[in-house]
């Protein structure tokens, strides 16, 4: 990975489950600082929510219908390593499971 000392990397976090989500930036945020690399965030983005419309019944009551949804929860981390050291440290974070992660 070539990475020169003005660039960063951006890491964006998404779960269903808020909680899980706002741990695992806290265990980042703590593993980053022991690397004595700067941290931007977490930053909140909105929260995507989607409505999914079920019919009770498959042949009758038509106008029986059930509504669930799932939220979708995302942070944004902006990391500025100085060393490449640093970068492959960050890379190699384990995360619990149910939070994925996009690295760019």
Excluded: W
């Amino acid at each position: 990975m070539n990475l020169a000392l003005n660039e960063k990397i951006r890491l964006k976090l998404e779960s269903f489950d808020h909680e899980l989500l706002d741990l695992s930036c806290k265990q980042i945020i703590e593993s980053i600082n022991a690397t004595q690399a700067k941290v931007v965030g977490p930053i909140p983005l909105p929260t995507k929510q989607r409505i999914y419309c079920v019919l009770r019944s498959p042949h009758v009551n038509k106008d029986a219908r059930e509504h669930f949804e799932i939220r979708i929860h995302k942070r944004i981390l902006d990391i500025y390593p100085q060393n490449i050291n640093q970068a492959q440290s960050i890379i190699n974070i384990n995360l619990p499971s149910g939070v994925s992660t996009e690295i760019k």
